[in-house]
């Protein structure tokens, strides 16, 4: 041991433990401030695949759709094509977004893992 008395330790213990609360504090801050910031760009993906998603939607079924039915193919065929493949695109960017957005993607991995370095080395000072 380092030499010190039982309850100079614990002295020692107990004028550490605000500073440590409050450094854990902002550290827990600065990671909550970063995972909101990254489900805002999650949310943002998720919102620009809607908006892109309905915007083809209102473009292509009118163009490609014509398109299609001047090559001679029926109109309902030519309609299911463009919805298939413009559900495509909207769903692989909603799909992105879902990703981004995941609940362990948000966990303050930073913040557990320091709380519990702590713990040891509290656990380790006292044995």
Known sequence: MSGKSIPELFSELVDHLPRLFRKEMQLA???????????????VYMAIGGIVLLAALIMLL???????????????????VVAVVVGVLGAALLQKGMS??????????????QLRNDAHATKEQFR
């Open 62 to 80: 009118h163009a490609i759709v014509a398109w299609l039915v001047v090559f001679g193919i029926d109109v309902e065929w030519s309609t299911l």
């Open 29 to 43: 801050k600065a990671e909550a401030t970063e995972k909101v910031q990254q489900a805002t760009g999650a949310i």
């Open 100 to 113: 981004d957005i995941k609940a362990s993607n948000l966990k303050p991995n930073r913040t557990v893992e």
